[in-house]
């Protein structure tokens, strides 16, 4: 199956450490990309491959994964961090056959 | 500075084809780093992949939309476009167009692959589709 599932929500401190989970097979085998999205906001690029991050993207933000799991850290979660955040991975078809996740809702108390 | 720009109309009739252009800048659409792909949101939901084409033409498409989607490049005009036909209600969303680029990497059970990601987005267009 190519389908990922997240949690639909998770709740962080302001300044602690919050995981964000993806669940699929093709996780097994090819690394997860993450994608921040506020509201009103096109998606923003923030992990992708084993744990890259494009410039301007803080270093709280790092990857991680485990058997058909991927994870989104965010270490010392800060309010501008409040956010859905997706995963994607490639489908069973190949390498240009995309698949997102349903989306975490992060919020930052 | 790379930007991409969605445009079409905001509101189409069901059973029509919706039919959306992105103007890029600051990057060739024939750049053959490159892909480009459709990307869309429903209101209140999350993100559904609908395609990607390379310059050369060669397309992808996700299996729902395979049949009503249509995806190409005018490479002359560095733009890209998506036709859907038949449109529903199902339809509105707001469409996202986007660049990706690959790099090889080694998988974690062995191996290498490319790994594919979208690293620049479009702000988004919304439609509508009602009568």
């Known amino acids: 199956s190519s389908e990922l599932t997240q949690d639909p929500a998770v709740s962080v401190a302001l300044g602690h450490t919050v995981t964000i989970t993806c669940q699929g097979d093709s996780l097994r085998d090819y690394y997860a990309t993450w994608y921040q999205q506020k509201t009103g906001q096109a998606p923003l690029l923030v992990v992708y491959g084993k744990n890259s991050r494009p410039s301007g993207i803080p270093s709280r933000f790092s990857a991680s994964r485990s058997g058909n799991t991927a994870s989104l850290i965010i270490t010392g979660a800060q309010a501008g961090d409040e956010a859905d955040y997706y995963c994607?991975?490639?489908?069973?078809?190949?390498?240009?056959?995309?698949?997102f996740g349903p989306g975490t809702k992060v919020t930052v108390l | 500075q790379m930007q991409l720009e969605e445009s079409g109309p905001g509101l189409v009739k069901p059973s029509e084809t919706l039919s959306l252009a992105c103007s890029v800048s600051?990057?060739?659409?024939?750049?053959?780093?490159?892909?480009w792909a459709w990307v869309r949101q429903p209101p209140g939901k999350g993100l559904e992949w609908i395609g990607t084409i390379y310059y050369s033409g060669n397309t992808y498409y996700n299996l729902p939309l395979k049949s009503r989607a249509t995806i190409s490049v005018d490479t002359s005009r560095n733009q890209l476009s998506l036709r859907l036909t038949s449109v529903t209600a199902a339809d509105t969303a707001t469409y996202f167009c986007?660049?990706?680029?690959?790099?090889?990497?080694?998988?974690?059970?062995?191996?290498?692959?490319?790994?594919?990601?979208?690293?620049?987005w479009g702000s988004g267009t919304t439609v509508i589709v009602s009568s």
């Open positions: 994607e991975s490639r489908d069973s078809r190949g390498n240009h056959f995309q698949v």
């Open positions: 600051g990057d060739s659409i024939s750049n053959s780093d490159h892909y």
């Open positions: 986007a660049r990706r680029r690959g790099y090889p990497i080694e998988s974690p059970t062995g191996g290498y692959y490319y790994h594919y990601y979208t690293d620049v």
